[in-house]
Each structure stands twice: as structure tokens, then as C-alpha cells.
Antibody, heavy 116, light 107 residues
Framework: QVQLKETGPGLVQPTQTLSITCTVS????????MQWVRQTPGKGLEWMGF???????EYNSEFKSRLSISRDTSKNQVFLKMNSLKTEDTGVYYC??????????WGQGVMVTVSS | DIQMTQSPASLSASLEEIVTITCKAS??????LSWYQQKPGKSPQLLIY???SLADGVPSRFSGSRSGTQYSLKISRPQVDDSGIYYC?????????FGAGTKLELK
């Protein structure tokens, strides 16, 4: 069955880089867009960006050049990297599968705290 | 950016009522609108996509509709398990944007 699971560091210091891996099973990354969404106390649910089935990406300009999404199809993994972290980046980060403009399966989310 | 104005922010309803939650888009979004339910400590779950299509496994008491640029989620005869926070999402153009959420309490 379809499963997604995010793994990440939990605690990141300000100005450092966040790296989260989304490991999927039950479907192929080459057949679906994969989305990243975060949920923060300050802004609620916030779309971050996606990687298309073909491998190209699109990002929310809100994150300017801080954000990068990539994948390894051989390992069924999608990666999120965001640098220059601030305390306002504290929240839960989700990956989700997109079959066509909606998010039908979500990971459980990974809580990230930005603090020194 | 397309703004999604969701209302109400919260509501309390009885099990015999029809619950309606709305999202108004700041411009046309061609029915690229989906609805999600989130329970505490859990990830959002898809209910409705393409404005009116019911997601797999979602009870038929949930339905979606559109009038102009206002989209509605209706829950007919809600169950206690329908408590939670509901969000709309527009995926017509990037940046995709979510509504602020509606907290539903069933009494």
C-alpha cells in the first residue's frame, strides 16, 4: 500500500541547514508529483514546493533561494533542504503525493524545532 | 498570489445539522480546489478534490460545491468523528495556498 514517511533531525540551530528525507513505498516517484508542506504556529499550513514526476522543481518564492527539493528514484526518496534557518521555521514538515492538483497521501510529518 | 478566505474560523454543530464551510478565492481557480480534514497530532487527510469529487474511502455525507469563486464543503448529518480542523487548498497556480482553517466541534 501507499506509504510516506519523513525523517529529519528534530532540532536545528538558527542559521543552519535543515535536511528532511521522505521515503515512499507503494508507488513510483516517476509517476507522481511530490509536494512539501509545512505547518507552523505563525502561518498555519504553507505550501513549500514540489518536484514533478519528470524531476523538475517549483518553489514558493516565500522561501526565496533557501529551499531545494531533489529525489533519488532508485531509493524511493525525496529530499528537502532549507538553509539559513530561523526560529520562525519551527513547525511540522510534511511530504505528500500529488496525483493531479491535490494531495492524496501524506506522511506523518516530522517536527522541526529551530533553537540554539 | 491567490488568497483563500475561509469561514467560519470555528463552529459548533449538532449531529442533526448540515455543516457548511466556505472558501472564497481572490480570483478564478478553475475548480482546482481540494478539502482536507486534520485531527490533533495527525497529518491532513484528503476529503474532496477538483471542488466536487469525493476522495476514495470518504463517506458520502461529505460533498463539495462551487458558486462563482466561492467553494463550499458540506457535511450532512455529521458524526462525532468528524470533529477536527478543515482546510481548503487551491492548486490552480503557484504558490499553492491554503485557507486558514475551520475548527469543527460536534456537540
Amino acid at each position: 500500500q501507499v506509504q510516506l514517511k519523513e525523517t529529519g533531525p528534530g532540532l536545528v540551530q538558527p542559521t543552519q541547514t535543515l535536511s528532511i528525507t521522505c521515503t515512499v513505498s507503494g508507488f513510483s516517484l516517476t509517476s507522481y508529483y511530490m509536494q512539501w508542506v509545512r505547518q507552523t504556529p505563525g502561518k498555519g499550513l504553507e505550501w513549500m514546493g514540489f518536484i514533478r514526476s519528470g524531476g523538475s522543481t517549483e518553489y514558493n518564492s516565500e522561501f526565496k533561494s533557501r529551499l531545494s527539493i531533489s529525489r533519488d528514484t532508485s531509493k524511493n526518496q525525496v529530499f528537502l533542504k532549507m538553509n539559513s534557518l530561523k526560529t520562525e521555521d519551527t513547525g511540522v514538515y510534511y511530504c505528500a503525493r500529488d496525483p493531479g492538483g491535490h494531495f492524496d497521501y501524506w506522511g506523518q510529518g516530522v517536527m522541526v524545532t529551530v533553537s540554539s | 498570489d491567490i488568497q483563500m478566505t475561509q469561514s467560519p474560523a470555528s463552529l459548533s454543530a449538532s449531529l442533526e445539522e448540515i455543516v457548511t464551510i466556505t472558501c472564497k478565492a481572490s480570483q478564478g481557480i478553475d475548480d482546482y480546489l481540494s478539502w482536507y480534514q486534520q485531527k490533533p497530532g495527525k497529518s491532513p487527510q484528503l476529503l474532496i478534490y477538483d471542488a466536487t469529487s469525493l476522495a476514495d474511502g470518504v463517506p458520502s455525507r461529505f460533498s463539495g460545491s462551487r458558486s462563482g469563486t466561492q467553494y463550499s464543503l458540506k457535511i450532512s448529518r455529521p458524526q462525532v468523528d468528524d470533529s477536527g480542523i478543515y482546510y481548503c487548498l487551491q492548486s490552480y497556480s503557484t504558490p499553492y495556498t491554503f485557507g486558514a482553517g475551520t475548527k469543527l466541534e460536534l456537540k
